[in-house]
């Protein structure tokens, strides 16, 4: 069976066992053109299902909301660890950070004060922030991940007031416009599909209200395709084929946003958080990366993958209008599996390259360290190391000399990034030792006090 098919038959099944009244579903990768499929009406005669008909994505608007923060981070205008009483005026909780608020780690109670899924009105983004004293800190800061709308609004409110403009527009101007995605919109389209509340009991739908979030919009308001959705999920994983100039945010800092900074559950780490995107660990060394979301009538699923040699720009959503229907949620993640099972990325021909400058070629080959094997070899234009028969798709780390500094390199990935690897060299400028991360590196296996292994007691 196809790629195509097994997608087209997932896609199905899942609409059939959750009874979604309408899905959509597509997938983005950068080497192929995009695949959607649509099942069920759109319950909105003047519009068709089809791929252009929008849903509401509900709490994957946060990853919006994250990347607005960070690239106000980039531009100088906030710290992540300063308290957000710095830039905002709050009657409570103002020594919440931003990193602790982009990782569902500050405490902060789940919804603004008030019985707001009764009323279904929810305050601007004055009073949000004005009644911020009504709303508990459940937590101690920093004790552990506590889900949080309230927290992703006070951060757009937070980056709104950063730029002297509302949430929707930097929304517009810094995110949607510079990505073409033209489907997906803050208000209500006409072209939206009609969310349910599908009977547990009887094949009885009956439709769901649609409120307006107010100030709390940053963290659930948007509606969007899925088309759009998975060219989204793309960039959150590969921004150098999504976004290759970094008009919207540099590739570096979407990096920092995918590394784990807590778990959901103490006992059952299937899942986490980075700064505002969930992390969902897959077999064979890959991630999927991206958010859940949900709203009266409709539910979403937004990830794209990364490592176990999944294509570039993998990604693929779900969105459904169904406000109960699981399937949807867990179809999304069976789509990046079929892709890299069914359809993997093309193996790229190895060709030789220039060797290694001569000042590093004494540095390869076998060293030890701590009585272990280490290899460090001349790849891609950079020094790299690995630990001695480590599984090929584990990465290695990678070394980048400091500006004049030819024998002092920085570890820029992999193990021990951020640590310094020094070069000792004798009278004819062979490296003889090594220092990385402070530990000695020798081409004989030594104690730690500099004995060789070899030279014991007879």
């Given at each position: ?5 097994r ?27 995009p695949?959607?499929?649509t099942?069920?009406d759109s ?7 089809g791929?252009d ?6 709490s994957v608007?946060?990853?919006?909301t994250a990347?607005l923060?960070?690239?106000a981070?980039d ?14 005026d709050v009657?409570a909780?103002g020594d919440?950070t931003p990193r602790?608020?982009l990782s ?13 899924w009764?009323?279904?009105v ?10 911020l ?13 506590h ?5 992703f609004?006070v951060l757009g409110?937070?980056v709104a ?8 527009d930097?929304?517009a ?6 990505l ?12 939206a599909a009609?969310?349910y509340l599908?009977?547990?009991?009887s094949?009885a ?22 088309t ?10 590969s ?13 570096a ?6 590394w ?9 780490w ?14 064979r ?15 979403a699923?937004?990830?794209?993958r ?8 993998l990604?693929?959503a ?5 406000g ?5 949620n ?8 079929i ?13 030789p390259?220039p ?6 070629r ?5 060293w ?6 280490f290899v ?5 234009g ?10 090929a ?5 990678v ?37 990385w ?6 081409r ?9 292994a070899?030279?014991?007691d007879?």
């Amino acid at each position: 069976m196809s790629a195509t098919a097994r997608f087209e038959r997932a896609a199905r099944k899942a609409q059939a066992d959750g009874r979604v009244p309408a899905l959509s579903v597509a997938l983005h990768r950068a080497d192929r053109e995009p695949w959607v499929l649509t099942v069920g009406d759109s319950g909105n005669p003047d519009h068709p299902l089809g791929p252009d008909t929008r849903f509401r994505i509900g709490s994957v608007t946060k990853t919006f909301t994250a990347v607005l923060v960070m690239r106000a981070r980039d531009e100088g205008l906030l710290d992540l660890d300063r308290p957000i009483s710095a830039y905002l005026d709050v009657p409570a909780h103002g020594d919440a950070t931003p990193r602790r608020l982009l990782s569902h780690t500050a405490g902060f109670q789940r919804e603004p004060a008030g019985d707001v899924w009764d009323t279904l009105v929810t305050p601007g983004a004055a009073d949000l922030l004005a009644q911020l004293d009504q709303a508990e800190r459940v937590l101690p800061n920093a004790r552990r991940f506590h889900y949080s709308n309230l927290g992703f609004a006070v951060l757009g409110q937070l980056v709104a007031k950063l730029h002297g403009t509302t949430w929707d527009d930097l929304l517009a101007d810094r995110i949607l416009t510079p990505l073409g995605l033209a489907a997906t919109t803050v208000g209500r389209p006409a072209q939206a599909a009609v969310g349910y509340l599908v009977d547990e009991y009887s094949d009885a739908a009956r439709p769901e209200p649609q409120p307006d979030l107010g100030g709390v919009g940053p963290a659930a308001q948007l509606w969007s395709t899925a088309t759009d959705m998975a060219r989204w999920a793309a960039f959150l994983v590969s921004p150098e084929t999504a976004d290759p100039d970094g008009k919207v945010l540099a590739a570096a800092t979407l990096e920092e946003m995918r590394w784990p900074l807590t778990p959901r559950e103490e006992t059952v780490w299937a899942s986490g958080f980075g700064l505002g995107l969930i992390l969902a660990p897959q077999a064979r060394r890959a991630v999927h990366v991206g958010h859940d979301g949900a709203m009266p009538g409709f539910l979403a699923g937004v990830y794209g993958r990364r490592g176990d040699a999944a294509p570039d720009g993998l990604g693929a959503a779900v969105l459904g209008s169904s406000g109960t229907a699981g399937e949807i949620n867990e179809l999304v993640h069976e789509l990046l599996r079929i892709a890299v099972d069914a359809d993997p990325a093309e193996i790229k021909p190895w060709r030789p390259a220039p060797p290694a400058p001569r000042e590093y070629r004494s540095a390869l080959g076998v060293w030890w360290s701590e009585g272990g094997q280490f290899v460090f070899s001349w790849h891609e234009g950079a020094l790299q190391a690995r630990i001695a028969g480590s599984p090929a798709d584990r990465p290695p780390a990678v070394f980048r000399p400091l500006p004049g500094r030819p024998d002092v390199l920085r570890t820029v990935a992999g193990r021990e990034a951020g640590e310094l690897l020094r070069l000792t060299r004798d009278e004819h400028g062979v490296i003889v030792r090594m220092h990385w991360a402070t530990y000695r590196f020798t081409r004989v296996q030594e104690t730690f006090d500099g004995g060789a292994a070899w030279d014991g007691d007879e």
